[in-house]
């Protein structure tokens, strides 16, 4: 990419990890921690943004959706495991009224 179509820096890699699902916000499986990335001009950052590479140029890389692993969702599994216990709590109650 040329220079003139870089815009504004928009964050950076702040963790690496090649290790599938261990991940996620601003991670990479590629590029070192504390690689820079950029808005491309006239280009939506949810389209597309530059990478900073290591000899100062720029690639493009192509937004292909959100990674799967940062679906998980750790609020959905803390109300799952409470409704489970609450569930749990209320047989072990009626059973003992039963008796």
């Avoid at 040329?2 to 820096?9: C, D, F, L, M, P």
Wanted: glycine fraction near 10%.
């Amino acid at each position: 990419m040329e220079k003139e179509q870089i815009g504004s820096i928009i964050g950076k890699v702040t963790s690496f990890s090649d290790k599938e699902g261990t991940y996620s916000g601003n991670f990479s499986n590629h590029y070192p921690k504390g690689t820079e990335y950029y808005n491309i001009k006239d280009v939506d950052k949810n389209e597309a943004i530059a990478i900073k590479i290591n000899d100062g140029s720029f690639i493009k890389a192509n937004y292909e959706g959100e990674y799967a692993g940062s679906i998980f969702d750790w609020g959905k599994v803390v109300w799952c495991t409470a409704g489970s216990f609450l569930l749990v709590l209320v047989i072990v109650i009626v059973k003992n009224n039963r008796k």
